[in-house]
């Protein structure tokens, strides 16, 4: 099964690339819901994006949510697209005591070499611009 979160909710996500024939599965957090008190025009567009790209739209408590979608399609694994959001890296943490986690890197926009310094953002278009339009 693939979990798909708000930074990485597109049927082109890395991970649900990488298992096509997987189901995908999408849980509004109701702890981040009720920190951030996001607009309903925000929400809205939450929605109809996991709309478009999952089979399944949860609401609840992110592991508890992913554990049962598991349990309920006899599921061995989940994989997901890595994020840098600390609350990412927190359900990832006690997903991985629970059941089998596979994390997917995220795709990059550019390759940027080791050691480049983006300081202003001309310069870096200059570089990179190309390669990302084409």
């Known amino acids: 099964m693939v979990w798909l979160h708000g930074d990485s909710l597109s049927d082109q996500d890395p991970a649900a690339l990488r298992y096509p024939g997987a189901d995908r599965v999408f ?4 702890l981040f819901l009720k920190q951030a008190q996001l607009s309903f025009k925000r929400l809205f567009f939450l929605y109809e994006c996991a709309a478009e ?3 399944e739209i949860r609401l609840g408590e992110i592991v ?11 599921a061995e694994r989940l994989a997901v697209t890595e994020s840098v959001s600390p609350r ?10 629970k059941i089998e986690v ?3 890197p995220a795709a990059g926009m550019v390759d940027v070499p080791d050691g480049f310094e983006a300081k ?3 310069p870096f278009w200059k570089k ?3 390669e990302w339009e084409g």
Do not use: N, P, S
């Not at 992913?66 to 006899?74: K, V």
């Not at 990412?88 to 005591?97: F, H």
């Open 27 to 30: 849980v509004f957090d109701r």
């Open 53 to 55: 790209a999952v089979q």
């Open 64 to 74: 508890e949510e992913l554990q049962e979608a598991i349990r309920q399609r006899g």
């Open 88 to 97: 990412w890296k927190e359900v990832v943490a006690e997903l991985k005591k």
């Open 102 to 104: 596979e994390v997917v």
């Open 120 to 122: 202003r953002f001309t």
């Open 128 to 130: 990179f611009g190309r």
